[in-house]
């Protein structure tokens, strides 16, 4: 018997089981059976996946290596769902990393902070992080910065996590650069007019896990859902339609990006773990080489003084970006 066959054989709910057992500190997991797309692939569920290539257009714009150099896999028994492990070029990543701790968080868009402080206390985010962030040893202090404590950002129709619903009068301008981004990884998927309206930012700790749930507000589900993920990496697990369904488990490293498309855009997900490298151990990838970039690139070369802060709030944590059309064409919210 398989040691995850072992731990699913209580009649307790598989998904469930699977989450506690990923998120377990002592003793730590066995990672044996975690698909690692980066490396060799040994499970018999991983199929290569054609991606359209044509189709890609800007991806040396965006920070993306040539489409026809993107590793893209697909997994048995979920249609629509598509791994491209980390098509970002070298150097590029410190600029998403930049403008997920930077930019992102800044007004109009909205993050956790403002359900509890000021718009006064959160104008400036990153401006009253830097100094705790990039001093060489960590002050003692009493109070985590306010990047630390940042948990989510919203961006374009803000998701309301009380109603769990988007809305017409809560939207503000979708960034053009992920907008940009996220459209080339559509058009590799086959998906010509997808419209980027929404954005959930997720902020892990290295104790951060992200509970079992479907994506299922926006309006139109014929669209892709698109994940991008920076820093540590994380497990993650991918069930089926019904919440107790097993799933399988994977790791997502800093520059994986996950379509969630057809028959696999509604299906159960979870992050139960974050996996931080050993300290001081940063994936090459990460390393922030401010050459001049392309003269209509959007991805602009980070300073030395931003990339210190950002490397030392990644060498502890994750971000996750995940965007979404919420309408399809013609749609439009429902009268309340
Ligand atoms: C999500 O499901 O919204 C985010 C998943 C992730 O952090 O990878």
Same mark, same amino acid.
């Given at each position: 018997m398989s040691k995850m066959a072992a731990v699913m054989e209580s009649g307790e709910d598989a998904f469930k089981q699977l989450f506690k057992f990923y998120k377990r500190r002592k003793p730590p997991p066995d990672f044996s059976e975690v698909i690692d797309f980066s490396g060799k692939l040994c499970s018999g569920k991983v199929v290569p996946i054609k991606l359209n290539l044509t189709a890609v257009s800007d991806a040396s714009i965006v920070g993306l290596r040539p489409a026809q150099d993107w590793r893209a896999f697909g997994l048995q028994g979920y249609p629509g769902f598509v791994f491209i492990s980390n098509p970002f070029r070298k150097g590029s990543q410190p600029f998403w990393i930049r403008q997920c701790?930077?930019?992102?968080? *800044?007004?109009?868009?909205?993050c956790n902070l403002d359900m509890h402080m000021s718009p006064s206390d959160t104008q400036d985010i990153w401006e009253r992080s830097v100094h705790s962030l990039s001093s060489p040893t960590p002050p003692r202090r009493q109070e985590k910065s306010l990047l630390e404590r940042l948990r989510w950002v919203t961006l374009g129709y803000h998701y309301n996590w009380d109603t769990k619903l988007y809305s017409e009068d809560h939207y503000t301008p979708f960034p053009a650069d992920l907008q940009l981004l996220s459209q080339q990884i559509a058009l590799s998927c086959g998906f010509s007019d997808f419209r980027p309206q929404a954005g959930i930012l997720n902020y892990y700790r290295s104790d951060s896990s992200l509970g079992i749930h479907v994506d299922e507000s926006e309006l139109d589900h014929s669209r892709p859902l698109i994940s991008f993920c920076f820093g540590q990496s994380a497990i993650f697990l991918l069930g089926g339609k019904q919440r107790q369904d097993p799933p399988t488990a994977m790791?997502? @490293?800093?520059?994986? &990006?996950?379509?969630?498309?057809g028959q696999s855009r509604l299906l159960y @997900?979870? &992050?139960?773990r974050i996996v931080p490298a050993p300290p001081g151990l940063l994936?090459?990838?990460?390393?922030?080489?401010?050459?001049?970039?392309?003269?209509?690139?959007?991805?602009?070369? &980070?300073?030395? *003084?931003?990339?210190? &802060?950002?490397?030392?709030?990644?060498e502890s944590s994750r971000i996750n970006m995940t965007v979404r059309q919420v309408l399809g064409p013609g749609q439009s919210f429902p009268q309340s």
């Open positions: 701790l930077k930019t992102y968080p *800044q007004k109009p868009n909205v790791f997502m @490293h800093s520059g994986d &990006v996950m379509v969630m498309s @997900h979870a &992050v139960p994936p090459s990838e990460l390393q922030n080489s401010p050459t001049s970039p392309d003269t209509n690139s959007v991805v602009e070369p &980070v300073s030395e *003084q931003d990339w210190t &802060v950002c490397l030392r709030y990644i």
